[in-house]
Nanobody, 115 residues
C-alpha cells in the first residue's frame, strides 16, 4: 500500500508564502502524474495544479503566477510553492499521486490566509 504524507500547511498573513510538500512511501514502482487539489468549506474540491511525469505543468486560473508545482522524483515528493497568498486561498489542500493503476490521496493539510 502507498501512503502520502502532507506537510507545510498553517496560518499566514495575506501576501505571505507557504510551501506544501507531499511525500509518497510504500510500494512505489512508478509515479505518473502528481497534483494538488483544495477544498474550502461548503465548496467542491477543485484542481489547483498538476505536473506530469515529463514535467509539464498546468494551473487553475486563480493561482497562475502565484503558485508553482514541482516534483523531486528521487524523493517521491511533490511540492506546491504558494506566494502572494489571498484569503480566498484558504482551504484544505490535498495531494494526489498516480501510481500504476491507482490514484492515492494525502490526508489534507489546512492552509488559512487571514490577518
Amino acid at each position: 500500500q502507498v501512503q502520502l504524507v502532507e506537510s507545510g500547511g498553517g496560518l499566514v498573513q495575506p501576501g505571505g508564502s507557504l510551501r506544501l510538500s507531499c511525500a509518497a512511501s510504500g510500494s512505489i514502482f512508478s509515479i505518473n502524474a502528481m497534483g494538488w487539489y483544495r477544498q474550502a468549506p461548503g465548496k467542491q474540491r477543485e484542481l489547483v495544479a498538476t505536473i506530469t511525469s515529463g514535467g509539464s505543468t498546468n494551473y487553475a486560473d486563480s493561482v497562475k503566477g502565484r503558485f508553482t508545482i514541482s516534483r523531486d522524483n528521487a524523493k517521491n515528493t511533490v511540492y506546491l510553492q504558494m506566494n502572494s497568498l489571498k484569503p480566498e486561498d484558504t482551504a484544505v489542500y490535498y495531494c494526489k499521486v498516480g501510481i500504476k493503476f491507482y490514484d492515492y490521496w494525502g490526508q489534507g493539510t489546512q492552509v488559512t490566509v487571514s490577518s
